[in-house]
């Protein structure tokens, strides 16, 4: 199978493949496991995430942040939901390959190659869409878990040594929830790139060293970062 899978593709095929990954799961150590991360948008944003839970359990009424929770689950639900039509639309282009394959024929540096490689870079698109999907979904789950601890949170006037740590963990939790949410929309940004393989590989390793660098600039270097870094 393996040797298959060498002779059906080519090196620039497989150079495309393996800068795909290296673009992903670096891009993802560098922005989520780095020491830069707590300079980005996930570090920045966490440091809200704990304001708000101190003053939410500063508050008797917490219905405003409920309601703000729900907010985000819908967000999160609408992305679930449009991935599960994005996967079923893939799975029915790989019943109509052979259409696809003629409709691309006459794209401009598109290239002639086996049905076997098409087959191959439509398994690799809907394996990311799949990923998407599982994120979303562990993102949903994990907000779902957020709205029971607010239900949880100790009352107003709680003594410092219960309120400090609870609202560390409400910080905690909805952070996860948000990181997953976060991999889900980074896997459809890597999903777009993917697309470009379908015309040619150099095109493919263009897509996704153009991605790392939109959302590097987005991460670190937006003017969302520096409003949000302010004192």
């Known amino acids: 199978m ?21 673009c992903w ?3 993802s150590l560098l922005a989520d496991r780095g020491s830069a991360a707590t300079r ?28 703000l929770t729900g907010n985000l689950q819908t967000s999160v639900s609408f992305f679930a939901n449009a991935t599960v039509f994005v996967i079923g639309g893939l799975m029915a282009v ?14 401009p540096f598109a290239r002639q190659v086996p049905r076997e490689v098409w087959e191959i870079k ?22 779902n878990l957020y709205c029971i601890l607010i239900g949880a949170a100790p009352a107003p006037g709680a003594p410092p040594e219960a309120a400090e740590p609870y609202a560390r963990k409400l910080a905690a939790v909805s952070s996860l929830a948000g990181e997953e949410f976060n991999l889900g929309i980074r896997a459809y940004y890597f999903g777009l790139a993917a ?24 991460d670190f270097r937006s003017r ?8």
């Open 94 to 107: 790989l019943g109509g390959l052979d259409q696809l394959m003629t409709a691309t024929r006459d794209l």
């Open 40 to 67: 980005g948008l996930i570090g920045v944003g966490h440091s809200y995430r704990e304001l708000w839970a101190r003053r939410m359990l500063e508050r008797e009424n917490r219905v405003s942040d409920s309601a």
């Open 122 to 143: 439509l398994l690799l698109l809907l394996w990311v869409f799949v990923t998407a999907y599982f994120k979303f979904t562990w993102s949903m789950r994990q907000f």
């Open 224 to 231: 969302l970062v520096r409003v949000l870094s302010e004192p």
């Open 2 to 22: 393996l040797q298959k899978l060498l002779d059906v593709l080519g090196w620039t095929d497989w150079f495309a493949l393996i800068w795909f990954g290296i």
């Open 195 to 218: 697309l470009a393989w379908f015309v040619n590989p150099w095109l493919f390793v263009a897509a996704n060293t153009a991605v790392v660098l939109v959302l590097y600039l987005r």
């Open 25 to 27: 799961m670096g891009y």
